[in-house]
């Protein structure tokens, strides 16, 4: 079932077209829409371009030509995929949002499994099972995983999918941005979103060999770094520059004692060693890095306010009996003496 023009729906779908290439949009497009028709309810396809990309333009455009009921959003130069997301978000109209690559990874009839997974989730995920690729890939997936799971104590098994699930409030309390995109889940998780993992059916022509270049490693690698500090570390700075401040200082410091025992009671000279200038350098950086965490302390104590870091689930009101609960009833009533709590 299509989209109303007016009003709003309830699924939108974010295809953001980044830097990997991209299928045959009329293809794809197809196969997802065989899912989505599946699910009975209304929906919008938002094609997201993260910057000039002349060869998928074309493919929309022939899509368009075709009957496809899809919106287009194009980038003026390439912000990177969690960017595109969000301007595809600001965009839709559903009351849930689904996010599937501009790729073959999933089945089209898988989606509606992670639509209905939503019944007892904010979010859900997919990840592909049986998962076809190499040994080097899986010993490198799950390497990844696990580092990332000791690191955020939180453990998924493909967070390369790109199919995903969420009730729109997830997004509404995310601030997503550069490659933020590929961790949704763990920073769901950490806003105490209930995250569920769906495994679904590997396309068939999802050609990924999971081999990647150096850069792409080391990027990942910073990715994980920033991850970490937004887990673990947002509202309290001060306790992992302190500790790493700390420990720091207090080598250096008794470096510093050993070099000044030695000279005093062996009276061997300070000059020309190397272990002095190491320990004054030790000693000062430790205190800079105390400062700079007692500096992120102060920054997160002016806007303690505005960080907002949880999720109510449901409210429960007591409503205490009002005069009316006070008067006589009728006869044929007896007189309510309870007073009922309302879910908001």
């Known amino acids: 079932m299509s989209d109303s023009i007016s009003g709003k729906v309830d699924i939108s779908v974010i295809i953001p077209v980044g830097g990997r290439h991209a299928a045959d949009m009329l293809a794809l497009y197809a196969d997802y829409k065989t899912g989505l028709e599946a699910l009975g309810s209304s929906y919008e396809v938002i094609v997201v371009l993260d910057g000039p990309r002349p060869e998928v333009a074309s493919d929309v455009q022939r899509l368009l030509s075709s009957g496809g009921q899809v919106s287009v959003i194009s980038l003026t130069r390439r912000f990177e995929e969690a960017t595109a997301l969000v301007a595809g978000f600001q965009r839709a109209r559903g009351r849930i949002i689904v996010t599937l690559p501009a790729y073959h990874q999933v089945a089209g009839s898988e989606i509606g499994r992670l639509v209905r997974a939503l019944g007892t989730a904010d979010l859900a995920i997919g990840r592909r099972w049986p998962r076809a690729g190499s040994r080097f890939e899986a010993v490198r997936r799950d390497a990844f995983h696990r580092l990332l799971a000791s690191i955020t104590g939180q453990r998924f098994h493909d967070l390369g999918c790109g199919a995903r699930a969420m ?14 995109h590929r961790f949704l889940p763990v920073l769901a998780g950490r806003l105490g979103f209930k995250v569920l993992e769906v495994e679904l ?7 990924l060999d999971g081999r990647y270049s150096s850069r792409e490693y080391v990027r990942r690698a910073l990715d994980i770094c920033t991850v970490f500090f937004l887990v673990r570390f947002t509202k309290k700075p001060l306790r992992f520059f302190g500790m790493v401040g700390v420990t ?5 410091a008794a470096l510093v004692a050993w070099l000044a025992i030695d000279r005093l009671a062996f009276h061997h000279p300070l000059a020309d060693r190397p272990a002095l200038l190491l320990s004054s350098l030790l000693v ?5 890095l105390f400062a700079l965490g007692l500096l992120g302390e102060l920054i997160i104590f002016t806007h303690a306010r505005d960080i907002k870091d949880y999720q109510i689930e449901e409210v429960v009101r007591y409503v205490a009996p009002g005069p009316a609960a006070q008067r006589p009833q009728p006869a044929l009533e007896a007189p309510s003496s309870e007073s009922h709590p309302h879910v908001i």
């Open 167 to 180: 009730k729109r409030r997830v997004l509404e309390e995310i601030n997503l941005y550069g490659d933020q």
């Open 201 to 207: 059916h590997q396309s068939p022509l999802d050609r």
């Open 248 to 252: 720091t200082f207090v080598v250096g």
């Open 284 to 288: 000062v950086l430790g205190l800079q």
